[in-house]
Each structure stands twice: as C-alpha cells, then as structure tokens.
C-alpha cells in the first residue's frame, strides 16, 4: 500500500463541521492524499472516508463499498456533486449508519436507496459513480462529510444525544 496511515479526527474537531475547499489543483500532492486516504480507511476498517477525517479541508472522498447486490466498488471522487432520484421515486432507505469520526455506535438514518455522484478523479478526469445499498449510503455520507455534516447531524435531537452518549462512555473507558 502506496499511502500513510493517518489518524482519523473525532466528531468536535472544526475542520469536520464546517465545508471543505473545492480541489483546483490535480497534482502530485492530490495523489497522494488519496492514497493515505485509502491507507487510513483500510486501517481503520471503514467503507469510505472524507479527506476532512483525517483533518485536510479539501472535497475529496475515497470508498471500497459493497452495492445491493454485494458487489465491490471502490474508487476517488473529487469536488462531488451528489444527484438523488426525483423525490416521486425516491424510497427511502432506513438501515444502520456509523462512521469513523463518531467510533462506536450506530444509528439507523433514513435516506434514498440509490445515489450517484458526479465529480473528478485524482487526475481530474470526469467520473461518476452511481450506487445502490450500502454504497448509495456511502454516497451520501461522504458528500455530506465535504460539506461539514457527520450523519448524527441528520438524526432527532433525542438519538443524536444517544449516540453521543455511547461514543463518550466507549471514549472515556478506552482512556482508562
Ligand atoms: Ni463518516
């Protein structure tokens, strides 16, 4: 593996609640933040990650994510732009979310059942990735991580507290 494992920052952390940068320059250095981008996802055993979860403020995600049919997709995708069935044929989709940056618990999150992105790969080429299942979650997720929006932003006030709870009670016992 090309890239460098880099840790993950933790929900609370500014560059995680505020929008990214658009990329302009598709250079050497993007490239590599792409490869420790997938360096730092293996490690950590995620599906997807946000250039801002290991703290650069740059639109740029990576994923290695199954489909509905279980199907492996993986791949970069700079300065997204997320498109959603029409809101007549969209169904929504209620299983279980986490995520990197809030380690430890789950939350289920409703949203669409399919999803695409439209965006740039690392050489600034056109890619569009359209997906279904989980990786329609991952989608999603990843683009709402660009603009500084972690899914517990997405949850009621009361199961947001929840997770909240958890991944503090998870913290403060690993610190023991
Ligand atoms: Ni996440």
New binding site residues.
Partial sequence: MAGQVRPITLVGTPVLHRACRPVQEFDAALAELADDMFASMYAAEGV?L?AN?IGVDLRIFVYDCPDEDGERHSGTVVNPVLELPALADRRLDDGEEG???VPGPHARVARPDRAAVRGFDVKGDPVTVEGTGLLARCLQ?ETD?LEGK??IDRLSARARKKVLKEYEELRAARAE
């Fill in positions: 997807g946000a979860q995520c990197l940056s997720h991580h972690v899914y």
